[in-house]
Nanobody
Framework: QVRLVESGGGLVQAGGSLRLSCAASGSIFSINAMRWYRQAPGKQREWIAIITSGSSTNTVYADSVKGRFTISRDNAKNTVYLQMNSLKPEDTAVYYC???????????????WGQGTQVTVSS
């Protein structure tokens, strides 16, 4: 199976920074892209960032985090990161890692999800 494990969440003061990690393991043939989502209490899951996993790296951010968050990857570790700066109370949410890829040669691409890591920003 493909497993994604998020880490790095915690409690931080407004204006502070936090770095999330998402390590992928298991049967992974290829990774096309990795994304970060978040879900705040009582709200819909929100996509916040994507990074492609090919030799040419592209990143796209949601307006809500643009200029404050940075997504990056380490192909050797099958790990994606989310550097979060200038955190606001409204950033409080469970942050989820998403991987789009193939578990085996010839298989169709699909989404895989981590269990999430809690980020709490206090005012």
């Amino acid at each position: 199976q493909v497993r994604l494990v998020e880490s790095g969440g915690g409690l931080v003061q407004a204006g502070g920074s936090l770095r999330l990690s998402c390590a992928a393991s298991g049967s992974i043939f290829s990774i096309n892209a990795m994304r970060w989502y978040r879900q705040a209490p009582g709200k819909q899951r929100e996509w916040i960032a994507i990074i492609t996993s090919g030799s040419s790296t592209n990143t796209v951010y949601a307006d809500s985090v643009k200029g404050r968050f940075t997504i990056s990857r380490d192909n050797a570790k099958n790990t994606v990161y989310l550097q979060m700066n200038s955190l606001k109370p409204e950033d409080t949410a469970v942050y989820y890692c998403n991987l789009y890829g193939r578990a085996s040669v010839g298989s169709a691409g699909r989404d895989y999800w981590g269990q999430g890591t809690q980020v709490t920003v206090s005012s």
